[in-house]
């Protein structure tokens, strides 16, 4: 059943059917053809998945992030990082990273965050930056992953629910794996930029006087991520309560320090977070059907039976996890392979003697990662069609750069430190 399970979902993927539909439908024969389980067992598991308090944190933060984008925090946010980085060779591609590790604490999507400096970035990249369009598009593209690290990280959100660990842990773990990519990232930047002659984005470093001044006008918004730290570090409040919290700070930044926030904004925040929401709560919905089926039928005890047969050594297993993590992020689309896939290999793992809470920075991390690759990878079709490049100039030009997150991924086995140094010192 299991084979005729993932033989539908993969005739589904590949039909075009949207990802939520097939997860759904691929559950099908348990519910309607085997007669164990009732179809109306399918209603229930769907209504079950969106009554969770932890859950809550999603809407929360979807609509803080679309908030502070409208009171043009991200104009101020981009005028500070260019003046951190934009002097480095690879200019504006030093620029995108950096950006992307401030508005990780913002956005909380990687495909989110791509996407919007696809737009306010790129096309300065290719006409001013030297760039190339596959270049800037790569850059623009893994940049993106570390938005999927930092806090209030939604892959991390929608890891800690669905395999029940501590989504602050998670938040805090997320902090210094977020700041190793950006200086792994960064480093690459340089590398490529050196040997391809892009020239910087200004002539000369900023005096302190302008990096300040420009700190100053980006301090409400750099402070986000800080709240959530000193939040959950004193006990002020849980994820779900920190999402709300920020709602409430995002309006008070919008119309009493800012006030750029207007009715007609809030109005396309609220709308912009309606969609957002309804693609990630049907997601979730049809997730909780395929689990619930997979589970019947023992798919994750049949896939640690698998796992255990071919070695023991658990250094190994997490490579094989990891890699069939990685396969599986080139089809699914990232939130759905966090909650149909987690909650299948993370038992192995823990078995295996290893931390959930750095298992889920590696696992979504990698999920993430997978969005680079076709022939689903969301996010690179979501920079590649902004920018117009083909698929293969996209993958040709991303060598450098899948070798640097290859070397991050090293680094973040070998040494779970990196993940669990703060959540172990503040928790």
């Given at each position: 059943m299991l084979l005729l399970i993932a033989g539908l979902f993969a005739l589904f993927l590949f039909s075009g059917m949207p990802v939520a539909f097939a997860l759904a439908l691929a559950a099908f024969p348990v519910f309607v053809l085997t007669?164990?389980?009732?179809?109306?067992?399918?209603?229930?598991?769907?209504?079950?998945?969106?009554?969770?308090?932890?859950?809550?944190?999603?809407?929360?933060?979807?609509?803080?992030?679309?908030?502070?984008?409208?009171?043009?925090?991200?104009?101020?946010?981009?005028?500070?990082?260019?003046?951190?980085?934009?002097?480095?060779?690879?200019?504006?591609?030093?620029?995108?990273?950096?950006?992307?590790?401030?508005?990780?604490?913002?956005?909380?999507?990687?495909?989110?965050?791509?996407?919007?400096?696809?737009?306010?970035?790129?096309?300065?990249?290719?006409?001013?930056?030297?760039?190339?369009?596959?270049?800037?598009?790569v850059v623009l593209a893994f940049g993106a992953i570390i938005t999927a690290t930092i806090p209030p990280s939604i892959g991390l959100i929608l890891f800690g629910f669905i395999n029940e660990v501590s989504i602050g842990r998670l938040f805090l773990a997320g902090i210094l794996p977020g700041i190793l990519l950006t200086v792994i990232l960064m480093l690459t930047v340089w590398i490529v930029a050196k040997r391809n002659g892009y020239e910087p984005d200004l002539a000369k470093p900023p005096s302190f006087r302008e990096l300040w001044a420009s700190f100053l006008e980006s301090i409400w918004a750099l402070a986000f991520p800080i709240i959530l730290i000193v939040g959950f570090r004193f006990g002020f409040f849980t994820a779900t309560e920190a999402g709300a919290f920020l709602v409430f700070y995002a309006l008070f930044i919008g119309f009493f320090v800012y006030r750029e926030l207007t009715f007609a904004k809030l109005y396309e925040a609220m709308k912009h977070t309606a969609t957002d929401l309804g693609m990630v709560m049907l997601l979730i919905m049809m997730a909780a059907v395929l689990g619930y089926a997979v589970t019947i039928e023992q798919g994750p005890q049949q896939i640690a039976t698998l796992l255990t047969t071919l070695t023991s050594e658990p250094l190994l297993i997490l490579t094989l996890v990891l890699l069939f993590l990685l396969v599986s992020g080139m089809f699914l689309e990232g939130a759905a392979n966090i909650l149909l896939v987690t909650p299948i290999v993370l038992p192995v793992l823990i078995n295996a003697g290893f931390d959930p809470v750095h298992m889920g920075i590696l696992m979504v991390t990698l999920i993430n990662i997978g969005g680079l690759t076709p022939p689903v990878g969301v996010i690179m079709f979501t920079v590649a069609g902004i920018l117009d490049v083909k698929t293969g100039a996209f993958t040709r030009a991303s060598i450098p750069y899948f070798l640097a997150i290859l070397v991050f991924l090293i680094i973040l086995v070998a040494f779970p430190a990196v993940s669990l140094f703060v959540p172990g010192r503040l928790m």
């Amino acid at each position: 059943m299991l084979l005729l399970i993932a033989g539908l979902f993969a005739l589904f993927l590949f039909s075009g059917m949207p990802v939520a539909f097939a997860l759904a439908l691929a559950a099908f024969p348990v519910f309607v053809l085997t007669g164990t389980m009732p179809p109306t067992v399918a209603i229930q598991k769907m209504v079950n998945a969106t009554q969770s308090f932890p859950l809550l944190a999603v809407p929360f933060f979807i609509f803080a992030g679309n908030l502070m984008n409208a009171t043009g925090i991200t104009e101020k946010l981009i005028k500070f990082a260019r003046l951190l980085t934009g002097w480095l060779a690879g200019g504006l591609g030093q620029v995108s990273v950096v950006l992307s590790l401030i508005m990780g604490g913002i956005s909380g999507s990687a495909v989110a965050d791509a996407a919007m400096e696809a737009r306010l970035l790129g096309p300065g990249m290719i006409e001013k930056g030297g760039y190339s369009k596959p270049a800037a598009a790569v850059v623009l593209a893994f940049g993106a992953i570390i938005t999927a690290t930092i806090p209030p990280s939604i892959g991390l959100i929608l890891f800690g629910f669905i395999n029940e660990v501590s989504i602050g842990r998670l938040f805090l773990a997320g902090i210094l794996p977020g700041i190793l990519l950006t200086v792994i990232l960064m480093l690459t930047v340089w590398i490529v930029a050196k040997r391809n002659g892009y020239e910087p984005d200004l002539a000369k470093p900023p005096s302190f006087r302008e990096l300040w001044a420009s700190f100053l006008e980006s301090i409400w918004a750099l402070a986000f991520p800080i709240i959530l730290i000193v939040g959950f570090r004193f006990g002020f409040f849980t994820a779900t309560e920190a999402g709300a919290f920020l709602v409430f700070y995002a309006l008070f930044i919008g119309f009493f320090v800012y006030r750029e926030l207007t009715f007609a904004k809030l109005y396309e925040a609220m709308k912009h977070t309606a969609t957002d929401l309804g693609m990630v709560m049907l997601l979730i919905m049809m997730a909780a059907v395929l689990g619930y089926a997979v589970t019947i039928e023992q798919g994750p005890q049949q896939i640690a039976t698998l796992l255990t047969t071919l070695t023991s050594e658990p250094l190994l297993i997490l490579t094989l996890v990891l890699l069939f993590l990685l396969v599986s992020g080139m089809f699914l689309e990232g939130a759905a392979n966090i909650l149909l896939v987690t909650p299948i290999v993370l038992p192995v793992l823990i078995n295996a003697g290893f931390d959930p809470v750095h298992m889920g920075i590696l696992m979504v991390t990698l999920i993430n990662i997978g969005g680079l690759t076709p022939p689903v990878g969301v996010i690179m079709f979501t920079v590649a069609g902004i920018l117009d490049v083909k698929t293969g100039a996209f993958t040709r030009a991303s060598i450098p750069y899948f070798l640097a997150i290859l070397v991050f991924l090293i680094i973040l086995v070998a040494f779970p430190a990196v993940s669990l140094f703060v959540p172990g010192r503040l928790m």
